[in-house]
């Protein structure tokens, strides 16, 4: 999906939009030169983004760093990441050197346990872009978008096993049913069973394996505490404990909250439902009010910047935080919605309307 495939399907106001923005970003670029070394920038936060991981993990591991303090920085680093494999994904760095390419790729993916295979997700990004806030949009469907609000739902933003788990029965049912209804084509529906059974396979299975089994422990052992009582566990599992603990600090729980901060953010800017086709002005909102900061730490800024990549794919994620303050007073001068919270009391509907 490229800035050209947005130009194609656009209305007048979106293809006016993409080309203020576009100068903007242009004006940065001949501004800072550096900016032209985009293999090398992206590469170098690539390594720094990985030695804080691994610096972090050493520093819990020799004692020296409490657990908090190793979830909360790991998860920085681990956003950073995040928004790494995006632009990979729209092939931004290296793009003429696979190996390097596909390298980059492979180590945004073992960093981030949590999330699902970069190359399957690269075919449900694009399908994203061209049909995003519809029935069809499998990214944003599965994180949530579009789902009232509740406890289910804030359980499924941050655990994709259990955004799937608790929505088994629409997986294995609505495919067949939008084929029925000729919204996926065949070809759709073949690969959508593919995808469902690789996203997470095999890292995200084994990641949240990991999760699942600590939570579990922990659980059963503070019901029983509550109780008076204590669980006997068996050696095997009190001697696996350690390990498990050491995992979920350094690894898997970082990605957790990574993972939930994110999907929160994202969700909820972008619409679902009843937007019209191919109008990117209706997809996103920016949702950048001042009490998600704490959210946003998380997540590199998301919510303020992504409704920029919807309109420019092009540029990296750093050059769109740098545009962003001149980017607003474009989305703002063409009526792009900020902070319309409303979006949380109509689970993600542009408009008002009653629901089911």
Not at 22 to 50: E, V
Request: net charge positive; hydrophobic share 45%; proline share 3%.
């Amino acid at each position: 999906m490229s800035d050209a495939d947005i130009v194609a399907t656009a209305n007048s106001t979106d293809r006016q939009i993409q080309t203020e923005l576009k100068a903007i970003s242009d004006r940065l670029r001949t501004r800072h030169g550096w900016l032209k070394h985009q293999n090398a920038l992206g590469m170098g936060i690539f390594l720094l983004a990985l030695c804080g991981v691994g610096l972090n993990a050493w520093l819990y591991i020799a004692g020296i760093m409490p657990a908090w303090a190793v979830i909360l920085l790991t998860a920085f680093w681990t956003s950073l990441l995040h928004e790494l494999e995006h632009d990979l994904i729209h092939w931004m760095y290296f793009r003429k050197h696979p190996f390097w390419h596909h390298l980059m790729m492979l180590g945004v993916y073992l960093a981030r346990p949590t999330t699902i295979n970069p190359w399957v997700r690269r075919h449900l990004h694009f399908r994203h872009h061209k049909l995003s806030g519809t029935e069809t949009d499998l990214e944003e469907r599965g994180i949530t978008n579009g789902e009232r609000w509740g406890f289910k739902r804030f359980l499924m933003v941050g655990d994709n096993m259990l955004a799937i788990y608790l929505r088994a029965f629409t997986y294995l049912t609505e495919p067949r049913r939008l084929y029925r209804q000729g919204k996926l084509s065949k070809e759709d529906l073949k690969n959508f069973r593919l995808i469902s059974l690789v996203s997470f396979n095999p890292l995200g299975f084994i990641a949240y394996g990991i999760w699942h089994a600590f939570v579990l422990y922990w659980l059963a052992t503070g019901v029983a505490w509550l109780l008076g009582m204590s669980i006997a566990w068996p050696v095997m599992v009190e001697s696996v404990m350690p390990w498990l603990t050491t995992a979920v600090v350094v690894w898997v729980g970082p990605n957790v909250l990574r993972t939930w901060c994110l999907h929160f953010i994202s969700s909820n800017m972008h619409y679902y439902g009843d937007i019209e086709p191919g109008k990117v002005a209706q997809q996103c909102q920016v949702l950048n009010v001042w009490w998600l900061w704490p959210v946003q730490a998380f997540c590199f800024n998301f919510g303020s910047t992504h409704a920029i990549h919807h309109f420019v794919v092009r540029d990296p994620f750093y050059l769109r935080q740098m545009a962003a303050r001149e980017s607003h007073e474009v989305l703002r001068k063409h009526g792009i919605r900020f902070n319309d919270l409303g979006t949380f009391r109509r689970a993600n509907r542009y408009h008002e309307r009653k629901l089911a």
